[in-house]
């Protein structure tokens, strides 16, 4: 393993984008920056720019509008880039897989790394699949 | 022989690896404070460079309609200058009498530099948030140089002298300028400016990652965010050690004043944590007005107390 790779998994920097989820995810995400979970022990970050980011963590189905936009995103991201679909929605479109307007789930379109399952998944999920993303390196 | 002592001066000590070093510890002090006043952990000491080295080992993504050379070359034109800036600060504290006529002004113009880098890198990466980063940060930099240089001013009126060797001699003998009613608020002043300068909460208007998604690096991935990001970690230490020189009597090496130039350090780095963590983020408008407005003002009264003798 190669001094770079090591130095990923002592900082990986997640970009979230949302997909059309719901936003309950989305909260769920920010609970683990809380002082309960504080996943900046591990060097989590959350940044702004998918450029700077290290994991892309996707929620939601994925709508017909922002399909293209996902996919100019993913090629964006410098490599090496792990890609997580997070929620229920993020796995398998969730309760939105009838929707007119849906075309996911999302790993017809990107490779993806991780699943975490849940309506919304818990905190304690959230960071045994990063743990689990890391573990892949 | 002598360019010689002058190039391992600027890389090694105090300059380039010396700075960095020292400047990624106080990143991690930041990144500590601001988690313990949010009652969280908060990452290992370890963590800047961690990111540093991860971030070198990253995919260097240039954007197709950036001017690449522009956007490539300007984060090293930055550090080198902010190199430049601690080694010459570093210097004249270590050792008074490698000062020279004026180092506090080259000093000053050095500081800029960075700034200026960062604004022309963000232009050059074609993206529109960037350009309105670069804008942001170049009205941020009019705004706190003016009351910067008065602050400045306020010392060299009273010690009477531009050279940092003068200054240290001054408040060697006639007590530190923080002891005086000038001294105080030519302090507050410096570090609002401060904040500022190393584009912190309440003045990160430029970075603002929650409104404009990291503004001037919002192009920068690998390698160059590597070096923006050391280049803030390296003005971390020349703007609390530029302020302790000109106001709190320089930091010193020798037996028990080590221990006194690490606290002062350490207390300036704190104020300025704290600074970060109590205030949300201002527009940019409400900064140029608290930069020309209130901060101005004070910095004319320091000056006029100073000319008085205060």
Redesign the interface.
């Known amino acids: 393993m190669s001094l770079g790779l090591k130095a990923l998994k002592k900082s990986p920097w997640v970009f979230h984008v949302n997909t059309g989820a719901c936003n309950n995810c989305d909260i769920e995400i920010l609970d683990c920056l809380t002082p309960r979970f504080d996943v900046e022990r591990f060097g989590v970050i959350l940044v702004g720019s998918v450029r700077h980011a290290d994991v892309l963590l996707i929620s939601g189905p994925v709508t017909k509008n922002v399909l293209p936009r996902l996919k100019r995103l993913y090629d964006a991201a410098p490599r090496p880039i792990k890609v997580v679909a997070f929620g229920a929605c993020g796995c398998k479109c969730g309760i939105f897989r009838d929707g007119y307007n849906v075309v996911g789930p999302l790993d017809k379109y990107i490779p993806v790394d991780a699943y975490i399952p849940g309506c919304p998944p818990k905190p304690e999920t959230i960071i045994s699949g990063i743990v689990k993303v890391l573990n892949q390196l | 022989m002598q360019a010689f002592t002058y190039i391992v001066k600027y890389l090694v000590f105090p300059g380039f690896v010396f700075s960095a070093v020292v400047g990624l510890l106080t990143t991690w002090v930041d990144?500590k404070v601001t988690?313990r006043v949010?009652?969280?952990?908060?990452?290992?000491w370890?963590?800047p460079f961690?990111?540093?080295?991860?971030l070198?080992?990253?995919?260097?993504?240039v954007p197709v309609n950036a001017r690449s050379t522009g956007f490539l070359i300007m984060p090293v034109v930055g550090l080198a200058a902010a190199t430049l800036a601690s080694t010459i600060i570093w210097l004249v504290n270590l050792r008074p009498e490698a000062s020279f006529v004026g180092d506090s002004i080259v000093t000053l113009y050095v500081m800029t530099i960075p700034a200026l880098a960062l604004i022309l890198g963000a232009s050059a990466s074609a993206n529109p948030l960037g350009a309105l980063g670069a804008s942001r940060e170049m009205k941020l930099l009019f705004a706190y140089e003016l009351p910067l240089m008065i602050s400045v001013l306020t010392t060299i009126m009273k010690v009477g002298s531009f050279s940092f060797e003068k200054i240290l001699m001054y408040q060697e003998y006639n007590g530190v300028m923080l002891g005086s009613v000038s001294g105080v608020i030519a302090f507050i002043v410096m570090i609002f400016c401060a904040q500022a300068k190393l584009g912190f909460l309440p003045f990160d208007i430029p970075e603002a990652?929650?409104e404009i998604?990291?503004g001037t690096?919002?192009?920068?991935?690998?390698a160059p965010?590597a070096i923006v990001r050391l280049n803030t970690a390296i003005m971390y230490v020349v703007m609390p050690l530029f302020i302790i020189t000109l106001l709190w009597g320089g930091v010193n090496f020798i037996g028990w004043r080590i221990l006194t130039s690490i606290l002062k350090y350490v207390a300036i780095v704190v104020i300025m944590v704290l600074i970060k963590n109590t205030n949300p983020r201002v527009r940019i408008d409400q900064a140029v007005r608290f930069f020309w407005g209130p901060m101005f003002a004070l910095s004319v009264i320091a000056m006029i107390l100073a000319v008085l003798g205060y």
Do not use: C, F, N, W
Request: no cysteine; proline share 6%.
């Open positions: 990144r988690a949010q009652y969280r952990v908060g990452p290992p370890y963590q961690a990111d540093m080295v991860k070198l080992g990253k995919e260097v993504v990652e929650t998604a990291g690096h919002i192009e920068y991935s690998g965010l």
